[in-house]
Antibody, heavy 120, light 111 residues
Framework: QVQLVQSGAEVKKPGASVKVSCKASGYTFTGYYMHWVRQAPGQGLEWMGWINPNSGGTNYAQKFQGRVTMTRDTSISTAYMELSRLRSDDTAVYYC?????????????WGQGTLVTVSS | QSVLTQPPSVSGAPGQRVTISCTGSSSNIGAGYDVHWYQQLPGTAPKLLIYGNSNRPSGVPDRFSGSKSGTSASLAITGLQAEDEADYYCQSYDSSLRGGVFGGGTKLTVL
């Protein structure tokens, strides 16, 4: 069965960077784009972007361009999302998500979420 | 402000039918892009409820149904149950933004 297992909670200071990992299992990692979605406390879902694990190609939401980097390590079926120059409003739960089809946006599979807290 | 507009809250008594609307524009829903719906229980990751406008993943009760028309979509829940109390989000693709977009979410309260 498809599983996405994310790294643990992080506490960072403003201006720092955070790197969240998402280890995939139960399917061919390179066959499906990996998306990242975040949710600030008490707020809605926000799409951040995707990475094509096969080619390494990425597509970032305009809001995060210049601050987010999505990478992958195909040898261990793991995707990464790094967000730099953190601000307090980056405090959120960050999810990796995989669609039902290769390049779709219908996320049938989600990681458990990683809480990133930005605080001085 | 979210690109897709949902009502902040809806409510209904057990057994009743409720609908949640999702209004977009000509660059997303109106352009023909699929709408997907998610249910999120407190403290958990979202769960795909409806994909491709009206399709249910296996395991999702047929009490949940989706539809789309023009620049809007709707999620209908019939035979409301206490366990349906959750937040619901619509999602689509936006060609102007060249990425995914979500609605702001709707909190369903079962009275």
């Amino acid at each position: 069965q498809v599983q996405l297992v994310q790294s643990g909670a992080e506490v960072k200071k403003p201006g720092a960077s955070v790197k969240v990992s998402c280890k995939a299992s139960g399917y061919t990692f390179t066959g499906y784009y990996m998306h990242w979605v975040r949710q600030a406390p008490g707020q809605g879902l926000e799409w951040m972007g995707w990475i094509n694990p096969n080619s390494g190609g990425t597509n970032y939401a305009q809001k995060f361009q210049g601050r987010v980097t999505m990478t992958r390590d195909t040898s261990i079926s793991t995707a990464y999302m790094e967000l730099s120059r953190l601000r307090s409003d980056d405090t959120a739960v960050y999810y990796c998500a995989r669609a039902r089809n290769r390049d779709g946006y219908n996320y049938g599979y989600w990681g458990q979420g990683t809480l990133v807290t930005v605080s001085s | 402000q979210s690109v897709l507009t949902q009502p902040p809250s809806v409510s209904g008594a057990p057994g009743q039918r409720v609908t949640i609307s999702c209004t977009g524009s000509s660059s997303n829903i109106g352009a023909g892009y699929d709408v997907h719906w998610y249910q999120q229980l407190p403290g958990t990751a979202p769960k795909l409820l409806i994909y491709g406008n009206s399709n249910r993943p296996s395991g999702v009760p047929d009490r949940f149904s989706g539809s789309k028309s023009g620049t809007s979509a709707s999620l209908a829940i019939t035979g409301l149950q206490a366990e349906d109390e959750a937040d619901y989000y619509c999602q689509s693709y936006d060609s102007s933004l060249r990425g995914g977009v979500f609605g702001g979410g709707t909190k369903l309260t079962v009275l």
